[in-house]
């Protein structure tokens, strides 16, 4: 499909690499802090065993051995030339320094451009942070970290059982930037304690703070967590399909049009699960939201007119 009403992050590779870049999942043997008890135990209440990923080899494989597995099947598939690693499930940097600096290296092979790196915003500190800029000049890498934030509303940090509040993902966008690394964030627009407010802060605060990437997911229940135990229960209810598109169309007119859009929705598990997209294709919902972002003439950072002294700006010359 056409889509010319946000900032598409294929269109953004494309431009920067020249040509199509493919995403090579990894997972590794790790776990994540809100599980182990550092900070938490029992997960957000949504994270089901996968720890947010639910389509990757086994983490049996080595980093290498998954890496050129999943690069030589996307090369035969879709004539694939320019790839990114990309360490996707559970924390990614909740791990001793030398084992990260050992993942991370054994993951740049032939055709890696650029490395994507999921991990909870209270698990990023200048050491680590340090290390990747070493790499990113050595091995000229394009470096991205994809922070888990979900929704910047801090009371509902807490009923999601994040671990953290807004604080942490504040702190670790501007070390990021210190760096010269890349922050991508991952965004719930339907979680059933927020609304079209929260929606509207969401893409403000990316906005304001210049990140580069935003990831968008609807919200899918897994049996077995705790979220799947309230649903049940009828202690949470889901907003309707017709919202979701609303949150998601008004988000991304809020949305500084810099901020590149990895997706507005995402793909989810249907096994096991008790709410998937509304039972629809994720690409469906997709085509909806941009078909009415059409229609109705709007784009991405049509109402993004909020920041740098708004008020200021009704005396001339300002
Ligand atoms: S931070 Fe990620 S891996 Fe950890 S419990 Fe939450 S969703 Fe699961």
Known sequence: MDITVYNVYSKYLKEKFGEKVYKLPISL???????????????????????????NLPNTFSVKEQVERNKDYIKKRYGANKFISYFQSFTNTYMPLEDFKRYVEESIVDDVVGISISTRPDCINDKYLEYLSHIKNKYNQEI????????????TLKKINRGHTLAEFIDAVIRNKKYGI????????????????????????LSALEVEEVKLHALYIIDGTELGR???????????????KERVITFLEYLDEKIVVQRIIGRAPKENSLFVNWNESWWKVRDEIVAKMKDQNTRQGIKCNYLNGLAIKKFKNY
């Open 29 to 55: 043997p790790i776990t994540c802090p809100n599980r182990d008890g550092c900070v938490g135990t029992g997960g957000c209440i949504y994270c089901g065993e996968e720890g947010g990923s639910f389509e």
């Open 144 to 155: 991205t970290i994809e922070l888990g934030l979900q929704t910047v509303n801090y009371h």
């Open 182 to 205: 890349r922050t991508c964030v991952h965004l719930i627009l339907n979680l059933p304690w927020d609304n079209m407010d929260d929606t509207i802060e969401n893409a403000k605060v």
């Open 230 to 244: 309230m649903y049940k229960k009828g202690e949470v209810s889901i907003i309707s399909k017709e919202e979701y």
